[in-house]
Protein backbone atom coordinates (compact mmCIF):
# COMPACT_ATOMS: atom_id res chain seq x y z
CA UNK A 1 0.00 0.00 0.00
CA UNK A 2 3.16 2.92 -0.44
CA UNK A 3 2.28 5.28 -2.62
CA UNK A 4 4.46 8.51 -3.80
CA UNK A 5 4.12 11.12 -0.76
CA UNK A 6 4.65 8.36 2.26
CA UNK A 7 7.57 8.56 3.55
CA UNK A 8 7.38 7.44 7.03
CA UNK A 9 9.89 4.58 6.10
CA UNK A 10 12.14 7.35 4.66
CA UNK A 11 12.89 8.20 8.96
CA UNK A 12 14.83 4.88 9.21
CA UNK A 13 18.70 4.09 8.87
CA UNK A 14 19.29 3.11 5.66
CA UNK A 15 23.06 1.60 4.95
CA UNK A 16 23.75 1.86 1.35
CA UNK A 17 27.27 -0.03 -0.66
CA UNK A 18 29.73 2.24 -1.86
CA UNK A 19 29.01 1.69 -5.52
CA UNK A 20 25.40 2.73 -4.57
CA UNK A 21 26.48 5.92 -2.94
CA UNK A 22 28.60 6.42 -5.87
CA UNK A 23 25.75 6.15 -8.79
CA UNK A 24 23.38 8.52 -6.05
CA UNK A 25 26.10 11.17 -6.52
CA UNK A 26 26.20 11.11 -10.27
CA UNK A 27 22.80 10.98 -10.13
CA UNK A 28 22.58 14.20 -7.95
CA UNK A 29 24.90 15.84 -10.16
CA UNK A 30 22.90 14.75 -13.65
CA UNK A 31 20.04 16.04 -12.18
CA UNK A 32 21.50 19.22 -10.40
CA UNK A 33 19.89 17.81 -6.73
CA UNK A 34 21.23 19.37 -4.18
CA UNK A 35 22.35 17.73 -0.83
CA UNK A 36 21.53 19.47 2.78
CA UNK A 37 25.28 18.61 3.17
CA UNK A 38 24.79 19.83 7.01
CA UNK A 39 21.83 17.34 7.44
CA UNK A 40 23.69 14.41 5.80
CA UNK A 41 26.49 15.87 8.59
CA UNK A 42 24.23 15.45 11.38
CA UNK A 43 22.74 12.04 10.81
CA UNK A 44 26.14 10.34 9.94
CA UNK A 45 27.72 11.86 13.36
CA UNK A 46 24.63 10.58 15.58
CA UNK A 47 24.78 7.22 17.35
CA UNK A 48 21.58 6.09 17.03
CA UNK A 49 19.35 7.80 13.88
CA UNK A 50 16.42 6.54 15.99
CA UNK A 51 16.95 8.77 19.09
CA UNK A 52 16.79 12.03 16.74
CA UNK A 53 13.95 13.94 16.75
CA UNK A 54 11.61 12.75 13.73
CA UNK A 55 11.92 15.61 11.16
CA UNK A 56 15.64 15.45 11.73
CA UNK A 57 15.71 11.96 10.87
CA UNK A 58 14.11 12.48 7.39
CA UNK A 59 16.33 10.98 4.85
CA UNK A 60 18.30 13.79 2.87
CA UNK A 61 16.76 12.56 -0.43
CA UNK A 62 13.02 13.43 0.90
CA UNK A 63 12.04 16.60 -1.58
CA UNK A 64 8.92 18.89 -0.07
CA UNK A 65 6.36 17.15 -0.85
CA UNK A 66 7.82 13.76 0.68
CA UNK A 67 8.57 12.83 -2.47
CA UNK A 68 11.59 10.47 -3.19
CA UNK A 69 14.59 13.20 -5.44
CA UNK A 70 16.53 9.74 -6.49
CA UNK A 71 13.95 7.47 -6.79
CA UNK A 72 15.49 5.94 -10.00
CA UNK A 73 18.91 5.30 -8.05
CA UNK A 74 17.31 4.48 -4.69
CA UNK A 75 19.02 2.03 -2.57
CA UNK A 76 18.15 -1.58 -2.80
CA UNK A 77 17.06 -1.19 1.06
CA UNK A 78 14.73 1.15 -0.11
CA UNK A 79 13.87 -0.75 -2.89
CA UNK A 80 13.31 -3.99 -0.84
CA UNK A 81 11.17 -2.34 1.96
CA UNK A 82 7.54 -1.72 1.09
CA UNK A 83 4.44 -2.56 3.77
CA UNK A 84 0.55 -3.91 2.25
CA UNK A 85 -1.03 -2.14 4.96
CA UNK A 86 -2.25 1.80 4.93
CA UNK A 87 0.17 4.53 5.12
CA UNK A 88 -1.30 5.19 8.56
CA UNK A 89 -0.17 2.03 10.26
CA UNK A 90 3.53 2.88 9.12
CA UNK A 91 3.68 6.33 11.34
CA UNK A 92 6.32 5.94 13.94
CA UNK A 93 5.39 8.63 15.62
CA UNK A 94 3.33 7.74 19.03
CA UNK A 95 2.59 4.16 16.57
CA UNK A 96 5.51 2.05 17.84
CA UNK A 97 3.13 -1.08 18.14
CA UNK A 98 1.11 -0.16 15.43
CA UNK A 99 -0.57 -3.22 12.87
CA UNK A 100 1.93 -2.66 10.17
CA UNK A 101 2.89 -5.66 8.21
CA UNK A 102 5.56 -5.56 6.12
CA UNK A 103 6.60 -7.17 2.48
CA UNK A 104 10.45 -9.00 2.48
CA UNK A 105 10.93 -10.88 -0.04
CA UNK A 106 13.44 -13.10 0.14
CA UNK A 107 15.22 -13.19 -2.75
CA UNK A 108 15.94 -9.93 -2.21
CA UNK A 109 17.24 -10.32 1.11
CA UNK A 110 19.36 -12.75 -0.17
CA UNK A 111 20.83 -10.19 -2.60
CA UNK A 112 21.15 -7.34 -0.87
CA UNK A 113 23.59 -9.09 1.71
CA UNK A 114 25.41 -11.28 -1.37
CA UNK A 115 26.15 -7.29 -2.18
CA UNK A 116 26.91 -6.05 1.31
CA UNK A 117 29.38 -8.96 1.94
CA UNK A 118 31.01 -8.39 -1.05
CA UNK A 119 31.48 -4.28 -1.02
CA UNK A 120 32.05 -1.26 1.47
CA UNK A 121 29.04 -0.56 2.98
CA UNK A 122 28.00 2.11 5.62
CA UNK A 123 24.66 4.39 6.66
CA UNK A 124 23.61 6.90 3.81
CA UNK A 125 24.20 10.10 4.96
CA UNK A 126 27.92 9.21 6.03
CA UNK A 127 28.47 7.16 2.77
CA UNK A 128 27.42 10.39 0.95
CA UNK A 129 29.82 12.68 2.60
CA UNK A 130 32.77 10.29 2.36
CA UNK A 131 32.45 9.96 -1.75
CA UNK A 132 31.64 13.87 -1.95
CA UNK A 133 34.89 14.54 0.32
CA UNK A 134 36.95 11.88 -1.94
CA UNK A 135 35.75 13.74 -5.46
CA UNK A 136 37.44 16.56 -4.26
CA UNK A 137 40.31 15.34 -3.33
CA UNK A 138 40.59 13.54 -6.60
CA UNK A 139 39.45 16.82 -8.53
Known sequence: MCKSGCSNCCHIPVTVT???SLLILEYC???NIEID???AHNQALAK???EMPH???QCIFLDKTNSCKIYPVRPLVCRSHFSLTEPKFCE???NMDSDMVHFIVPKTEIEIMSIWNSNI???LPAMILK???NKQVKN
Do not use: F, V
Request: charged residues 40%; positive net charge; glycine residues 4%.
Open 121 to 123: IGL
Open 55 to 57: QER
Open 29 to 31: KLK
Open 18 to 20: NDE
Open 37 to 39: LIK
Open 131 to 133: NIN
Open 92 to 94: WID
Open 48 to 50: QKL
